[in-house]
């Protein structure tokens, strides 16, 4: 799974990185990103890319309780062109959720150990996401969930799952404005090659989605 991650770059580092002309509205870095919280996502429009923040834990359209989204921070890959939940927005409404590292907790003789994970080769990055829009009578809300995939050789002494990282060659097509079959979208993602990844131990501080610092991503080394 991912349910916690990091975003500690400058406003002009991502616009640079992304190719985006606009400003992003409200950017702030952020050491502790969790579930329920405002997310960066870069979404296509059908003209240009834009960058904004999305709720993270996706409410589809057709929900009548918005609590939903608490169950449904991610959507696995192999079978998210399956289900109901995610089965149309991965033909149409998939994004890009900024980071810059994430948080997993490895199992231990002495109970979880909380890393943070990044990648080798590059700071910023982007999971592969998904998002919609939900409305009740006066109430708007856009949502978005990140998709995971079984963890690679690196990660699965840590945890069995992962998100799903978008080479940086790769990020563009996930986003074009081009309505996929929900099938090519699951290929799309099943044939991504996997970047190389580092990991350091870092205290139980960012165990509370409440804390929020440096603390967060210090190393115990």
């Known amino acids: ?25 409200n950017y702030e870095p952020r050491y502790n990103i969790a579930p329920g919280q405002k997310v960066l996502a870069i979404i296509h429009d059908g003209k240009e890319k834009r960058a904004g923040y999305l709720k993270w834990g996706l ?3 057709w929900a009548k309780d918005p609590k939903i989204g608490y169950k449904m921070i991610n959507a696995r890959s192999e079978t998210a062109h399956e289900k109901p939940s995610f089965k149309s927005l991965m033909g149409k409404k998939r ?3 900024v980071a810059d590292s994430f948080y997993e907790w490895q199992r231990t003789d002495n109970g979880k150990q909380a890393k943070r994970i990044t990648l080798n080769d590059r700071k910023l990055f982007a999971f592969a996401g998904l998002w919609d829009k939900w409305t009740k ?8 969930t990140i998709l995971t995939k079984e963890a ?3 990660m699965n002494p840590i945890h069995d799952r992962m998100p799903v990282i978008l ?3 790769k990020q563009d097509e996930w986003i074009e404005p081009v309505k996929w079959g929900a099938d090519e979208a699951a290929d799309f993602i099943e044939q991504l090659q996997m970047e190389d990844l580092d990991a350091y131990d870092v205290s139980d501080f960012v165990n509370s989605p409440k ?5 967060c991503i210090q190393s115990l080394a």
Do not use: H, S, W
């Not at 990091?6 to 509205?25: D, H, M, W």
């Not at 009578?137 to 978005?144: H, I, K, L």
């Not at 804390?211 to 603390?215: A, F, I, S, V, W």
């Open 167 to 169: 080479p940086k060659e």
């Open 137 to 144: 009578d006066e109430e708007e809300m856009f949502t978005c």
């Open 59 to 61: 409410v589809p359209f």
């Open 1 to 25: 799974m991912c349910g916690r991650y990091t975003l500690l770059a400058e406003e002009v580092e991502i616009l640079k990185e992304f190719g985006l002309e606009y400003k992003i509205t």
């Open 152 to 154: 690679n050789d690196f």
């Open 211 to 215: 804390n929020e610092g440096p603390q």
């Open 95 to 97: 994004c890009l959720i």
